[in-house]
């Protein structure tokens, strides 16, 4: 609703009018222009005084002082159009906070003024879980490695000003795989919890943790950059893991290697850092274990990257040895084939198939990453024209791009031309882009957006939940799908902690009007778990891999009917 639309030529009868606010949103006031409350709506009253009539100002009951003086001027008339925003009001049992629209009902300064709000808190508390959820440890709660990364920024930029060293510990649990394999993955849990609270407590408050993946951990340590200094506080990070872990029945002895690197003596970025700090921790590692290591020249460090890889990849589009597999993505409740998610594949003649970790971020730094994007968006529009004839019925089909891609100012050139050579309509093709991509200028990515869409394509959030993105941007930008990351279904329906977080994202999509598209669906159950929650679409090993095109025409003939339709559902209708 626009805020202009809250303004009405004349005046309804007041019986009218107070029937209309009952029924007009979550609460409704009838305001003098002091803030005084002439009429509340009953909604009103039972939120925020059950029992008793709501009477007094408005401006009373606010909490806090950011909003009053805008809510002055919408009751005085100053404001030169009808306005919007949001407050905090005292309720029986907690603070409410409300979005609120005011307008003069006879239009000038002086007259009653309609206010109608809208209870957010359900939506703030889901917002600032989901914004928990993505840049901390679902485990342990501590920050995973998107916020490591952006607290590492925040390091070296203060240590750039001020000349002050830090230093980098990558922690390794030794031992830890035999006490899943052992005793089971809930004992393995609950030993990483303990050992994240006892490195927690031996470091300051000036210290950051942050689980890295799997058994590690990284700390940033300002100031600590002595060799003295960095032997004392990792000793005690390793005594606090050697001590025993009681965990019901079970007493469990672990350990620790450490590696480490400092700034600015072995490194002055945070990819570097932390790769020479692993390599260091793999010396201590394969050294004996329960040792620290501090980086040296000797040790070696990782290689930037593979330069005849580089070299061969020049090679590789000239030789035409890229590929495109396509994987299905299917409806959930009716199992039917909606469209293929495009992924590029490298057929080496020597080395065979290429990993697409291995060659993508070598392609994205050379700028490689652009041409090879061209041709796939090209061609992969051009093949689900083919797919529709085959069956005869739209399809669509999703396309990955690169940030190099997105930042690229040829980009909407080479999306216009997709589009032109293969007739495709622009709603059958899903963009895929990563939320990090998006924050790098949210301004920049906005004015994109709004070109592609003007095309008529789609835009899907990729990994979704996974990285740190503002959800304002969601209502901002012209988002039609989000992908609901592998790594919140790999362990549904079994997981509590998986599954508050695709019961968050779907209700929040729900409410926005987005579709979601579940990655990595492998078994029946994952599939009915998300079904049942209102899941539009899967894709995963379940409902086909990536396949070369050939094949993939194959599943989709097949699908036509009932191959992918549940046993009894296929019982049914034979």
Known sequence: MQASSLSAPAPAPRHELDLLMETAGDVAFRLDPSGLILYASARAGALLSPGRALAGSLLGAMVGDTSQAALRDALLGTAT????????LRGADQDIRFELRLAHLGGDAGAPVLAIGRDMSVQHATEERLRHMATHDTLTGLPNRRLLSDRMRMVIAHARRTGQRFSVATIGLDGFKKVNDGLGHPIGDAVMCIAATRLRKTLRDSDTLARSGGDEFVAIMPGTCSESQIKLINGRLMAALQAPFEVGDHTIYIGASVGVSVYPQHAEDEVRLVALADAAMARAKGTGKARC?????????????????????????????????????????????????????????????????RFIPIAETNGLINLLGAWALKAACVRVRRFEQAVRRPLYISVNISPRQFRNDKFLGVLDDALATSGLPGER????????????????AEAILSQMAERRARIAIDDFGTGYSSLAYLKRFPISVLKLDRAFVKDLPSS???????????????????????????????????EQRGCQCVQGYLTGKPMPANVAVAALTENQYATLLPDALRAAIQ
């Open 496 to 530: 509590h902690k998986d599954g508050a977080i695709c019961n968050a994202v779907l209700d929040l999509a729900k409410h926005l009007r987005l579709s979601v598209v579940a990655e990595g669906v492998e078994t029946e159950e994952q599939l009915r778990y998300l």
């Open 81 to 88: 159009r009808p306005v919007q925003l949001e407050i905090s």
């Open 429 to 444: 093709l899903l963009l895929e882009i990563t939320e990090g991509t998006l924050m790098v200028d949210p301004v920049h």
């Open 293 to 357: 290591v501090i980086y040296s020249a000797r040790l070696g460090g990782p290689p930037e990257h593979d330069i005849s890889l580089e070299a061969a990849m020049f090679q590789a589009v000239r030789e035409g040895e890229f590929l495109l597999y396509y994987q299905p993505i299917v409806n959930a409740h009716t199992r039917q084939i909606q469209g293929f998610e495009t992924l590029m594949r490298w057929k080496h003649p020597r080395l065979g198939m290429v990993p697409p970790a």
